[in-house]
């Protein structure tokens, strides 16, 4: 079986060590053909490894002493922040040392270095962050989901593009259903760069266009791909999962006013159960930085040893699947 390299930006994010070595570990022992660089302070990352049982050959250390923390302006981190696990990961990323990076860390900081230390692929304009929500179906892909604030139609279609070749690099779907976020499903409803984007992307005859997509649709089993602006896919990210975390809170609060509810959360358990293991951000965990030649996943900054596990497994798919590839050629093919 062939090895597969990734770097792991070790320091980054609101856990640190405490979320990356575990999950670090955990899926070298799921994999034996799988190699991790852990990037970040060394005396630190030694001492959190001390006890631990694992495969020292398929595990390496690169000492990076400084962090990029989720307060550091992008433009600063970019310029000052050079010894950072960050910048180190994406070095050797760019360096041909692995073939894709895993990071926590400040988004602003991780897109801006990845567009000058890897640059973009031919033709792609802006790179794009997409990640997985929980659907219907199982889940749906969305993007941008931060990366760009706003964008113009064109921008608009290539994220089409590069989110269509991922569902099917991921999911193996070869004809993934894509839509656009907008106010309504009628084609007179939205901004003129959402029509405009529409015109284009309905056009492309590589992609299985299926209209509008309203904010109910996310969650739908008629869409794999939903695309929009940085501005409303975040902010539609962000109410999904505070919605999610809404439910939780209140079915537990519910359940543990009184005999009588616990009573009945005993009866229900084995749904509760389910239901819980299925909003659960964890497993969706890990977006992919898409546009930038190399693989870049961004792990939630607050995930735990679960979610930073995802992310993880997210980075291999990808690898595996030759995703960067796969998006450069489908750009390309409409620009030869």
Request: hydrophobic share 45%.
């Amino acid at each position: 079986m062939a090895s597969l390299r990734l770097a792991v930006d070790a320091m980054s994010g609101d856990h640190g060590l405490r979320s990356s070595i575990s999950a670090t570990l955990n899926t070298l022992n799921q994999n034996s053909a799988l190699h991790i660089s852990l990037v970040g302070d060394e005396p630190s990352i030694l001492s959190a490894l001390a006890g631990k049982n694992y495969d020292s050959s398929r595990l390496k250390v690169f000492h990076s002493p400084d962090v990029v923390t989720m307060d550091d302006v992008p433009s600063k981190a970019l310029r000052y922040k050079k010894h950072s696990s960050m910048y180190r990961a994406l070095e050797l990323l760019r360096d041909g040392e692995v073939s894709g990076v895993v990071s926590a860390g400040n988004t602003g900081a991780l897109v801006a270095m990845g567009c000058i230390l890897l640059d973009r692929l031919p033709g792609v304009r802006r790179p794009a962050i997409c990640a997985r929500v929980p659907a219907i179906a199982g889940y749906t892909y969305m993007l941008d989901l931060g990366a760009n604030i706003s964008c113009d139609a064109e921008q608009l279609h290539q994220f089409a593009v590069m989110g269509s070749s991922l569902t099917r690099a991921l999911d193996g779907r070869e004809s993934p259903r894509v839509a656009l976020l907008n106010v309504g499903a009628e084609l007179i409803k939205g901004t003129s760069v959402v029509k405009e984007a529409a015109e284009i992307i309905s056009a492309d005859t590589s992609l299985n266009y299926v209209g509008f997509a309203e904010g109910n649709d996310i969650f739908s089993d008629r869409i794999d791909v939903i695309i929009c602006d940085g501005f409303a896919g975040n902010v539609a990210l962000k109410v999904c999962e505070g919605t999610a975390d809404f439910i939780r809170g209140q079915l537990t609060a519910r359940f543990n006013k009184n005999w009588y509810g616990k009573f009945a959360a005993l009866v229900v358990m084995p749904v509760l159960s389910a239901f819980k293991r299925d909003i659960n951000p964890d497993q969706y965990n890990g977006a992919a930085l898409l546009g930038l030649n190399g693989v870049v996943i961004k792990s939630h900054g607050s995930s735990n040893v679960a979610g930073f596990e995802s992310a993880i497994h997210q980075a291999e798919k990808a690898v595996k699947r030759d995703l960067t590839q796969l998006i450069s050629a489908q750009i390309n093919s409409r620009h030869s």
